[in-house]
C-alpha cells in the first residue's frame, strides 16, 4: 500500500493531537458522532483545535477520518475521549474501524482528517514525546521461537534507544513477573501457548514503564483459558495505575474487563462512555405475564396504568413504570387473570447496544 505509514518496533507506539468538544462525555453517555454527520460528507472543516480536558484524557480524537485510496471512508469523524485510569473498549464489530482508528492514533498510519492528542500531547507534533509513555501490541510482535521468552525480551529491550543497558536484567524480570511468565522465562517462544504469547507481547510493550496501553483485539484466537489469562493481566495492568485502550469484537468481553466503552458501527462511533452509564441509560424494566387470558391480563395492566402494553397469544409486556410487580401481581390474580409466570426484565447491555447501532454483536467469550 502507498498509505502514509511509519512503521515502528512492534509493541510501542505514540501519537499526537489536540482536544475536543467532546471532552464533557466524561461521566455521561453520548450517543452519535459529533453533529452525527460525517465531515467527509460535508466537507466541513474540523473545529478549531481545543486542549480543554485533555489533561485527565489519555486520548482524546476530534473528527478523526480516514478515508483510503479508492474511497473507502474507514474511520469518519470520530470523537473519542478516553478518561485516564480506565479500561476503555472499543467495541465494534469486524470491519467498524477499530484497527484504523487505532494506527491512526499511534502515528502509524496518517488521518485525512481530523485531529488527536495522546496523554495531553498534540499529535502528531509530539509524537517522539508521547511515544516513550505509550505501549501497544497492535499487529503481534515477532518474536523468535527457538529464543526463549527472555531472550526474545532482550531482543526487544536492545531495540530501544531510550532503555539503558545496565539496567535491562532487571528491566525484564520486571516485565517478565508482570505478565506471569517468570516461570516460562527460560522455554522457547515456540512452546509457549498463545495465552503465553499474547502475554509475551504485553510484556514487550510494559518493559518500560507506560502511562497508556493499546492493544489491538488482545484475545483474538484465544481458547478460554488463554482469553481468561489475557483479561486478568489487563485489569491487574489497569489495577496499577496505566490507562488501557482495548478494541474487542466481543462484548462480553468489554463487558467483564472494561470501565468505559466505545462503540463503533461503519466507522462512525454511536456511543461512547462509563460502561453502567450505558446500562442505566437503557429501555425501562418491562412486565412480562404467562397466562391464557391475554386479553384481560392487558386490561388489568392498561387499567392500572402501565406504559406500552403489548398483548400476544399467551403472554402480555408492559412497561412496569414505578408500580411494584407484587402489586401488579395480586392485582391481576384479584381480577381473575390465570397467572402461569410472572417477571420483570431488564434490557441486558446487548439490547441496548443492538438499540444504539441497529446490529448484533457477537456475545461469546
Ligand atoms: N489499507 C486499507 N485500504 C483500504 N481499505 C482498508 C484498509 N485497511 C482497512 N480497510 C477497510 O476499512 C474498514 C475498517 O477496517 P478495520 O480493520 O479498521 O476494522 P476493524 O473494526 O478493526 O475490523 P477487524 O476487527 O476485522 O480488523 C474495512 O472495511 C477494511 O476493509
Not at 14 to 36: H, K, S
Amino acid at each position: 500500500m502507498t498509505e502514509p505509514t511509519h512503521r515502528g518496533r512492534a509493541g510501542v507506539a505514540g501519537v499526537a493531537v489536540e482536544a475536543v468538544d467532546a471532552v464533557d462525555a466524561v461521566d455521561a453517555v453520548t450517543v452519535g458522532t459529533r453533529a452525527g454527520a460525517s465531515r467527509e460528507d460535508t466537507g466541513a472543516p474540523p473545529p478549531p483545535p481545543s486542549t480543554e480536558g485533555a489533561g485527565a484524557h489519555a486520548v482524546v480524537t476530534s473528527g478523526l477520518t480516514k478515508r483510503f485510496r479508492g474511497g473507502h471512508v474507514a474511520v469518519d469523524g470520530v470523537d473519542l475521549a478516553v478518561p485516564r485510569g480506565s479500561v476503555f473498549g472499543f467495541l465494534g464489530p469486524n470491519g467498524s474501524g477499530k484497527t484504523t482508528t487505532i494506527r491512526m492514533l499511534l502515528g502509524l498510519v496518517a488521518p485525512t482528517s481530523g485531529t488527536w492528542s495522546l496523554l495531553g500531547t498534540p499529535m502528531p507534533a509530539g509524537l517522539a514525546r508521547a511515544l516513550p509513555r505509550v505501549g501497544a501490541v497492535v499487529e503481534g510482535p515477532a518474536f523468535y521461537p527457538y529464543l526463549s521468552g527472555e531472550a526474545n525480551l532482550r531482543r526487544f529491550d536492545v531495540a530501544d534507544p531510550s532503555a539503558d543497558a545496565r539496567t535491562a536484567r532487571a528491566r525484564i524480570g520486571a516485565a517478565l513477573e508482570r505478565v506471569g511468565l517468570t516461570a516460562a522465562a527460560g522455554r522457547r517462544y515456540r512452546t509457549y501457548s498463545l495465552g503465553m504469547r499474547q502475554r509475551l507481547a504485553i510484556a514487550a510493550a510494559l518493559l518500560v514503564s507506560r502511562e497508556l496501553l493499546v492493544l489491538d483485539e488482545p484475545t483474538n484466537g484465544l481458547d478460554p483459558q488463554g482469553t481468561r489469562e489475557v483479561r486478568t493481566l489487563i485489569r491487574r495492568i489497569a489495577e496499577d495505575g496505566t490507562t488501557v485502550f482495548v478494541s474487542s469484537h466481543l462484548l462480553s468481553e468489554v463487558e467483564h474487563m472494561c470501565t468505559h466503552v466505545g462503540v463503533m458501527r461503519t466507522g462512525r462511533l454511536v456511543a461512547q462512555g462509563p460502561i453502567a452509564a450505558l446500562r442505566a441509560s437503557g429501555d425501562e424494566p418491562r412486565l412480562r405475564v404467562e397466562t391464557p387470558d391475554a386479553g384481560a391480563a392487558a386490561a388489568v395492566l392498561a387499567r392500572a396504568g402501565l406504559g406500552d402494553v403489548r398483548a400476544a397469544d399467551d403472554e402480555v409486556t408492559a412497561v412496569l413504570g414505578a408500580r411494584a410487580p407484587e402489586d401488579i401481581c395480586a392485582l391481576l390474580v384479584g381480577e381473575g387473570v390465570a397467572v402461569r409466570g410472572f417477571g420483570v426484565e431488564r434490557p441486558t447491555l446487548e439490547d441496548i447496544f443492538v438499540g444504539l447501532t441497529g446490529e448484533g454483536f457477537d456475545v461469546g467469550a
